[in-house]
């Protein structure tokens, strides 16, 4: 059985990465990350540093962990990347999130 904490821990991650994968994220992130068709005069690597801090950034607030926190900013780059390549659906992307956030909420 899993305890209250692990599920709390996991809805507030499921909660942050909505945040920072939604609002906080906005238009500008969003297209400026996209390697392959980047905005003019803005380099792609900033923006999709900046977008996977953001998700690191909340991983260490709701886990304390800067392990956590580091393999997050790695996955989420490479996850985002991916997507941007066109290896991942929208879908595979949400979910490959999301599966990880169960696994810092569960380790």
Request: one cysteine or more.
């Amino acid at each position: 059985m899993v305890s209250n904490a692990v599920l709390s821990r996991i809805l507030l991650l499921f909660a942050g990465h909505a945040l920072c994968d939604y609002p906080l994220q906005g238009n500008f992130l969003a297209k400026g990350k996209n390697h392959r068709n980047p905005l003019p005069r803005v380099p792609w690597y900033q923006c999709m540093f900046a977008h996977a801090m953001i998700h690191a950034g909340m991983v260490y607030l709701i886990t304390q962990s800067v392990t956590f926190a580091s393999l997050e900013f790695v996955v989420h780059f490479w996850t985002d990347f991916a997507k941007c390549d066109g290896k991942l659906t929208f879908n595979q992307d949400q979910s490959i999130h999301y599966a990880f956030k169960v696994l810092w909420g569960v380790l």
